[in-house]
């Protein structure tokens, strides 16, 4: 069981919920973990949420994103408050992960909430003052669903270049791409394939099938580009 000690409001749609775990054995920047809520009937339902917070962290970080008619994000995101408790079991996966040990250069593509595993990724090198190449390209439909946009505004004085591409609406005054990610996007963002970067990739299946596809073409190897997809699961 963990307790809930903390929630942040995100967007309008998500929130950071910070949790205490009992005997958390600490994580790697990447995995994730099952949440498990038990109706008063006893009904289950479990959905797996990638973990927020950098390895060492005093409490663990989930961000949750309101899937519409889902049956667990919207308790999570809605209800849930400080002090309430719930299952969890992890961390789970050891292949979508990143330590700066790994080195780099490093390119990370989110898309929408996948860019929630990336961002444990740069606190991560941040917590360790490392100065590894890294680059983050974020696509998403607005602005206002850009996830940590306070924390990531300060990301390119820690060396942490950060790139956007909004894909429905922007403004007179937005100067980023306004466009789904493709070839000449990822080129302009770099690091090209000489330089052998490690890559990740997270966000919903079609985006992350496209992008892989797109860097493969592009020249990386595919040995070094990790992904890690979500598809509609209720929630």
Not at 3 to 18: K, Y
Not at 22 to 38: E, I, K, S, Y
Not at 101 to 123: C, I
Not at 220 to 231: C, D, K, L, M, S
Request: glycine content about 12%.
């Amino acid at each position: 069981m963990c307790t809930v000690v903390d929630v942040r409001e995100e967007t309008p749609r998500a929130r950071t919920i910070v949790l205490d775990v009992p005997g958390w054995p600490d994580h790697l920047a990447g995995q994730h973990v099952d949440v498990r809520l038990t109706a008063d009937d006893g009904y289950q339902a479990q959905r797996s949420y990638s973990i927020a917070s950098p390895p060492g962290s005093a409490g663990l970080a989930l961000t949750v994103e309101q899937i519409d008619d889902g049956e667990v994000s919207p308790y999570l995101t809605d209800e849930l408050r400080v002090g309430d408790s719930f299952e969890l079991r992890g961390p789970i996966g050891g292949y979508f992960t990143w330590n700066v040990r790994d080195g780099g250069p490093l390119l990370l593509v989110a898309g929408g909430s996948g860019l929630v595993p990336l961002m444990a990724m740069v606190r991560h090198r941040r917590q360790e003052a490392s100065d590894i190449d890294t680059r983050l390209l974020v696509s998403v439909g607005s602005r206002e669903d850009v996830l940590y946009q306070a924390e990531l505004a300060e990301a390119p004085r820690q060396g942490v270049a950060c790139h956007y591409t909004l894909t429905r609406h922007w403004d007179a005054q937005w100067a980023g791409w306004t466009r789904r990610v493709d070839a000449e996007m990822i080129g302009a963002v770099g690091p090209g394939p000489e330089e052998r970067p490690l890559i990740f990739v997270c966000g919903p299946t079609p985006f992350v099938e496209h992008v892989a596809d797109l860097l493969v073409a592009l020249g990386h190897e595919a040995a070094r580009v990790r992904t890690e997809r979500f598809g509609p699961t209720g929630g």
